[in-house]
């Protein structure tokens, strides 16, 4: 078996740990609530927690994925997003950056296909269920030109090319979904303090299975999605998370750092080839229950994205 290069290793774990992140959240909650909640070390807190957080309808939100340096990738790297949503208006946007993984990659195999998303700074606007990709230069590749840089995605297949284009960053919360592992084991490690907010820091080990089978109906089929882009092996995985709580009861940032065994369960056996690797996902909330503003592109500078499944579909067969 040929071993794979570092970049397709990491694509797998980076792309599921950022698509678990889903705009699902529900209901009317506001952080700014004065009601104090009394923190403990228990599954069922970081559920409650979980549950108290998904009930906020608009906010922001930061997220990167750390690569440290390696023998594969000498100078490390770093892919960092940031956004916002807004369930009343049912819209979210997305800035992303990978300019660090595309120098990491510039030597590597797939620099070639990685070179079609440019400086690799990019956007995405959900609306319902319309998304709009502004990708550079990939977005002639989906339709767009200079004039027109913002491609308008049918909403059949913007999802799933939203998620190809993105990694998975164009969603936000459903990685809250992983803590509902009843059976999760949970320290406590005392209080942190996450940009400027005061919050108490645990640390748990959760059965991705157990966790995402608990999950709410409502968003069952993004919790499988998960499942699906961790690896044929995932649901047997078990994952370590910093989960940082607020004194309202609201998470303010989780983050999962994967090396070793655990990259090897998630990644299949190719990935033990590579060697131990390791990966750290951050995803911090904030500004949640605040009123965010999210505009869409002017019309005169949007194209509509067509056949952009078969496009896709021949962009993998390329790259196999």
Not at 157 to 186: F, I, N
Not at 239 to 252: K, S
């Amino acid at each position: 078996m040929s071993r794979k290069p570092f970049l397709s290793l990491v694509a797998i774990p980076a792309a599921s740990a950022l698509a678990a992140l889903g705009i699902t959240a529900c209901g009317s909650g506001s952080s700014n609530d004065a009601t104090v909640v009394q923190a403990a070390a228990t599954a069922q807190f970081l559920t409650e927690s979980a549950d108290r957080t998904a009930t906020v309808e608009s906010g922001r939100f930061e997220m990167s994925i750390d690569v440290p340096a390696s023998a594969d990738v000498p100078k490390g790297f770093s892919i960092t997003g940031s956004g916002a949503f807004d369930l009343e208006s049912h819209r979210s946007q997305t800035t992303i950056d990978m300019s660090g993984l595309l120098d990491a990659a510039k030597d590597t195999e797939g620099a070639e296909m990685l070179a079609l998303f440019g400086d690799g700074k990019f956007d995405i606007i959900t609306d319902g269920d319309a998304v709009y990709v502004n990708a550079g230069f990939l977005s002639a590749f989906l339709g767009g030109d200079d004039a027109k840089p913002w491609v308008k995605i049918p909403a059949d297949e913007g999802d799933a090319v939203a998620s190809d284009v993105s990694g998975g960053l164009a969603d936000a919360t459903a990685l809250l979904d992983l803590l509902r592992d009843q059976g999760a084991t949970v320290t406590d490690e005392g209080q942190a303090d996450v940009n400027g907010q005061s919050t108490h820091h645990f640390k748990a080990t959760i059965s991705v299975a157990d966790a995402l089978a608990a999950a709410p109906a409502d968003s069952s089929a993004k919790a499988q999605e998960l499942i699906d882009q961790l690896g044929t092996q995932a649901g047997d995985a078990n994952l370590p998370l910093d989960v940082f709580v607020d004194d309202q009861g609201f998470v303010r940032r989780m983050q999962m750092t994967i090396d070793g065994n655990a990259f090897a369960t998630l990644a299949g056996p190719d990935a033990a080839e590579g060697g131990p690797q390791q990966m750290t996902f951050t995803v911090d909330f904030l500004d949640l229950g605040e009123s965010v503003d999210i505009q869409l592109p002017p019309a005169d500078q949007v194209s509509d994205g067509k056949d952009l499944g078969a496009r896709f579909g021949d962009l993998g067969e390329a790259s196999d």
